[in-house]
């Protein structure tokens, strides 16, 4: 009840707001008409380069998603709002915090780098859980292929940058609360403007609860976030910003397969314990400083502090007895029932500090010849402390598929810090750009960086395990060629580094080896045209990655000499229509395969990796019928994968209808009614184990309120 009065209050204030604007002539609308991301490709974008280029003259493939229209299509997460983007795709799961990506035909944290305004999230034992809420977003950014150039390892892949919202020249708010199905509900408020002529600020607050689609489901989550902006010239800026996210995730791990299929008797079924639990708590703390001296050179620095607090206790695994009495993994039960096992108990405790500064020259070399050069140093230090139960008596149970008592998790050896770690991460960089004439630029870049980490077992007294230290130097080149302002061709080469599996958690077994390496060319054009009404992109990369860990028989060691590479193609369009009619559309067609890759004995090669879909499509369609009614319709296909290496394990493709109906009420409030899954798909977002599958949300009605002055 104090949520929805608190949520009544904020309404009311910001209806009060907008009569006033509306009396003093305003023409704001709270409804989003047109497409906002338009104008991405001629706006600077520091996510694809420090140098602040737009796309059009970055000589890589850049696709930018407008926090606005995330709202107005009503993305739930941040996760489903990343994977609208050309060539994304979810394999979000609980272990890896509901956040994991595949881009370009790899998947995990290790390939597809996080970041949150252009500051790298560094995951431990493959887990990133911040940001939290796309209420506190102001734009999502996504670098398609090798980007260790820019942010270090991990991003072979791409690097995809949530940035997050911030104070604005003029006063603005938003509220909204809204209503839907499996008992959902949303609160969200924010308000930004300026406080006196040289400090500005921003607030935002977002609650959001579920009762979930599988038994047991309910979820909740806060976020709240603020920033000040102090700018005493015009020369200087220094933003402070605090971020807070609590999550309490639903404690689903997935739905087992029935003799290979899914049964969709058992769709809302959760076969965890009855008192499963996940909790995530991140908070974040930075302060950015930039100062322009003089229009040729410029510096910025951002130093910031993350810490994580995830817990996790559960029956995470389940699979379906045959009538031979074993299941797919090998492992035996009494037919006909669930096997479910692994009371996993784990904590994790992060810490991350870093400082990323760097200092920008710009000179005129000769007559239409320019230079641009950026160069700037890197630094992170994470010290992290796995907390586990592992050792305790397995908890192995068998239920019926139907109806069965969840029963309580199984702890025999209690959740206790077991090893510890401290990594550094220190980093060189440099990016230059050299304009010739009006229609050719060259743009290069080079990182160096070490990476050192530390392992300790925690006892007592704690005992060192292991260090290893990573040196890695990655460079890119590109040509871009702009026949016209509005239109740019360009061609890359870039190399990159993936770890072998966390750097922050590197084990024993890992130490002897080295970071797989890899490198792409990519190839392709980006076209503005009527008049600012229409985007178009296509790209066209091949990426190689090297130093995968192979067996060539079961009696040989194991060996760095693995290959696996990915080719495909990314096309996208955005075009405003005659009567507000307005499309949104991306591609990927790619062939991703292993190369040269055994693993016990097993010839992989040939064959396509896991979590690596090979057929992606975004389609939104938009009709803004007046300035009062607004209707959208969102069409997302993802292809069929596979969840083992040998392809032994497929996962369907699927395709899943979104749609909205907006009517506002006045110009600064509207109501949005929302069907998700329109047709009802059941469907898997992605595996947790070959016979087990994280389905995604069956047909929900959502009913909401936005206001905004």
Request: hydrophobic letters at 35%; charged letters at 20%.
């Given at each position: 009840m104090v949520l929805w009065g608190g949520a009544a209050l904020l309404l009311g204030a910001a209806q009060a707001r907008a009569q006033k604007a509306e009396e003093q002539g305003a023409d704001a609308t709270v409804l989003v008409i047109g497409t906002r991301e338009k104008q991405a490709l001629d706006t600077p974008n520091a996510t694809g380069s420090r140098l602040g280029l737009t796309p059009l003259e970055t000589p890589a493939s850049i696709a930018?998603?407008?926090?606005?229209?995330?709202?107005?299509?009503?993305?739930?997460?941040?996760?489903?709002?990343?994977?609208?983007?050309?060539?994304?795709?979810?394999?979000?799961?609980?272990?890896?915090?509901?956040?994991?990506?595949?881009a370009r035909g790899f998947s995990g944290q290790g390939s597809v780098l996080q970041l949150v305004d252009g500051v790298r999230l560094f995951p431990a034992a493959g887990t990133i859980t911040f940001p939290t809420d796309p209420w506190m977003i102001e734009r999502i950014d996504v670098l398609g292929g090798p980007a260790s150039v820019l942010y270090g390892q991990g991003?072979?892949?791409?690097?995809?940058n949530v940035v997050m919202r911030a104070?604005?020249?003029?006063?603005?708010?938003?509220?909204?609360i809204g209503y839907g199905g499996q008992d959902s509900f949303r609160a969200a408020a924010g308000l930004g403007g300026p406080l006196t002529p040289t400090l500005g600020y921003r607030v935002d607050a977002s609650y959001r609860r579920s009762d979930g689609y599988v038994d047991r489901g309910r979820s909740d989550s806060v976020a709240l976030s603020g920033t000040l902006r102090w700018t005493p010239s015009s020369t200087l800026a220094v933003t402070v910003r605090g971020d807070h996210g609590d999550q309490r995730p639903m404690t689903y791990f997935g739905t087992p397969l029935i003799d290979g299929r899914l049964d969709l008797r058992v769709r809302d079924r959760n076969y965890n314990v009855g008192d499963g639990r996940m909790r995530f708590r991140d908070d974040r703390a930075s302060i950015r400083v930039d100062w322009t001296p003089s229009n040729a050179i410029s510096l910025s620095n951002i130093a910031y502090v993350l810490t994580s607090d995830r817990f996790w206790r559960n029956l995470e695994n389940y699979c379906w007895v045959g009538a031979s009495g074993a299941c797919a993994d090998g492992s035996t039960g009494i037919p006909a029932t669930i096997r479910r096992s692994s009371n996993y108990g784990i904590r994790h405790d992060l810490t991350q500090w870093g400082d990323q500064a760097s200092v920008t020259w710009r000179i005129k070399l000769a007559p239409g010849i320019a230079n641009a050069l950026v160069v700037g140093v890197d630094a992170n230090l994470v010290r992290f402390t796995h907390e586990?139960?592992?050792?305790?008596?397995?908890?192995?149970?068998?239920?019926?598929?139907?109806?069965?008592?969840?029963?309580?998790?199984?702890?025999?050896?209690?959740?206790?810090?077991?090893?510890?770690t401290r990594t550094t991460a220190l980093a060189v960089f440099a990016e230059d750009r050299v304009t010739l004439g009006l229609k050719w630029s060259v743009v290069g870049g080079v990182r160096y960086e070490a990476d050192n980490v530390r392992r300790w077992t925690v006892a007592t007294p704690d005992r060192f395990v292991l260090e290893k230290t990573f040196r890695n130097a990655t460079w890119r080149a590109g040509l871009v060629y702009q026949p016209v302002p509005t239109l740019s061709l360009y061609a890359q080469y870039a190399t990159g580094v993936d770890p072998l599996g966390t750097l922050t958690t590197v084990s024993t077994g890992q130490v002897k080896y080295s970071n797989a390496r890899g490198n792409q060319v990519e190839a392709g054009a980006k076209w503005l045209f009527a008049n600012g009404h229409g985007t178009a992109t296509l790209a066209a990369y091949r990426i190689v990655k090297t130093g995968l860990l192979a067996q060539r028989t079961l009696a040989s060691p194991v060996e760095q000499v693995g290959q696996r590479s990915s080719q495909g193609v990314e096309a996208a369009v955005t075009l405003d229509l005659p009567q507000g009619f307005g499309i949104d559309a991306n591609g990927t067609l790619l062939d991703a395969r292993f190369d040269d890759f055994r693993s016990g004995g097993v010839d992989y090669s040939g064959r396509t990796p896991p979590n690596v879909p090979e057929a992606l499509a975004n389609l939104w369609l938009r009709w803004d019928a007046s300035a009062k009614l607004q209707a959208r319709a969102g069409l997302r296909y993802v292809g069929r994968r596979f969840s083992d290496n040998g392809e032994a394990f497929r996962i369907p493709g699927y395709a899943t209808v979104d749609t909205t109906l907006s009517y506002a009420l006045t110009p600064h409030l509207a109501v949005d009614v929302r069907v998700y899954n329109l047709f009802d798909k059941a469907y898997a977002v992605t595996a947790y184990g070959d016979q087990q599958w994280i389905l995604g949300r069956p047909r929900a009605l959502d009913i909401g309120v936005r206001a905004g002055f």
């Open positions: 930018s998603l407008d926090g606005g229209t995330i709202r107005a299509r009503g993305d739930v997460s941040i996760v489903e709002a990343e994977t609208r983007a050309p060539g994304l795709s979810s394999v979000a799961n609980p272990g890896n915090g509901g956040t994991a990506l595949a991003a072979l892949g791409g690097a995809v104070p604005s020249a003029q006063t603005h708010g938003q509220a909204e586990n139960d592992f050792g305790s008596v397995e908890q192995v149970d068998a239920v019926d598929p139907f109806a069965f008592d969840p029963g309580r998790f199984l702890d025999t050896q209690g959740i206790a810090p077991r090893y510890r």
